[in-house]
């Protein structure tokens, strides 16, 4: 879609008109979907969570004044909705003691094999602050300061949590490895 069209679109949609909530809808649900994937436990709380970001973001469109990228102004809104989301169902951490260990060569050669499918499968499985800590310093590149500010935690905690993710990744990465190599032996 071209920029003027992009442009009405918004301005229709700022002035309720449904059809070009329609069309908004249309032309990013795919890929505000994968963000609520990310974030979500699973398939069903994913669409929950993209129901709900649309709702949000019709809600505050008014406040779009288009000085940058409406696709990435609405993108940190559909995060901020997730996370938000996932704070109000339950506590986003739960400490230990446990001594955080770092991502090892071994998963990312492991990750070049995997299904994108199967990795955001993977993620989905992580407890929730693991999870969500991951998806803000990994994919969507938010420094552990800005993390901590994000979810009122501080940055020890972030680190923590996403050493915590990628111990737990890297063991499930080499989990499904390890059962795809032992499937392949049988056969």
């Known amino acids: 879609m071209n920029e ?25 649900s795919a890929k505000f979907f994968g963000i609520c994937l990310r974030y979500a436990s699973d398939y069903h709380e994913a669409e929950d969570m993209l129901q709900e970001g649309f709702v949000k973001l019709f809600q505050k469109m008014h406040k779009y004044n288009f000085s940058g990228s409406f696709p990435a102004w609405a993108c940190r809104l559909f995060n901020n909705n997730c996370i938000d989301l ?20 071994e998963t990312i050669e492991a990750i070049d094999h995997l299904y994108l499918e199967d990795l955001v499968g993977l993620i989905q499985e992580l407890p929730l602050g693991y999870r969500t800590v991951f998806n803000l310093y990994v994919v969507d590149g938010y420094s552990h300061k800005e993390i901590a500010e994000k979810l009122d935690v501080n940055e020890g905690t972030s680190k923590s949590q996403l050493n915590r993710a990628r111990q737990l990744l890297q063991k499930k990465i080499i989990d499904v490895k390890a059962t795809e190599l032992s499937n392949m032996v049988k056969a």
């Open 4 to 28: 003027n069209k992009l442009h009405q679109l918004i301005l229709d949609c700022q002035n309720n008109v449904g059809t070009a909530q329609e069309g908004i809808y249309n032309l990013y």
């Open 86 to 105: 996932l704070r109000k169902k339950s506590n986003l951490y739960t400490i230990s003691e446990e001594k955080a260990l770092t991502i090892k060569s």
